[in-house]
């Protein structure tokens, strides 16, 4: 991660097995100076399948594609990429929560594995200086997220544990 007074950008590689499929995803994320998402880029590669993705925005939830707007992920600021943890930190540094708080937000979600972008809402609730309860709308998954000083999540129950 790459961060100016200007935004941030984010360039990570995701290497796994799903279902005796090989895949990997690389990936560039690019946020305005208030972690507002203006830019992303994924390419994949699923066995022999390969696929690239790549939107822009205005940072406020006006998407485009090949210069073109995408109505279905209108009021969508953050993303939220399938395989990576790194996609709520976007969300957490965003909003910044004061404790106990909750906020409901639009982001476009994207499902890797089963090649789906979507527009979805999400509920963040502050319980500590560190926490984080993460929910799915409707709720069909929760989580209790922890973070580090810069919001950058260090272990996702079930999921995730990040290593020194």
Known sequence: MTSTD????INS???????NKI????????????????FFEIK???SDKRDLI????????????????????KDCIDIDISLTPFTNTLSINRIKLRLNETKEIKVLYLDILNQQIKSVKQIYTRLSQFE???????????????????G?????????????
């Open 13 to 19: 590689v995701i290497i796994g097995s799903y279902n």
């Open 54 to 73: 790549s939107y822009q925005s205005d940072g406020k939830g006006n998407w485009t594609k090949n210069g073109t707007h995408v109505n279905e992920f």
């Open 132 to 150: 984080y309860k993460y929910e799915n709308v409707p709720n069909d998954f929760e989580a209790i997220i922890t973070v580090d000083e810069l």
């Open 152 to 164: 950058l999540v260090v272990n996702y129950p079930g999921l995730f544990v990040r290593t020194e």
């Open 23 to 38: 895949y990997r995803v690389d990936y560039l994320i690019k946020t305005n100076e208030h972690w507002e998402t203006i």
């Open 44 to 46: 994949t590669q699923v």
């Open 6 to 9: 200007m935004g941030s950008a």
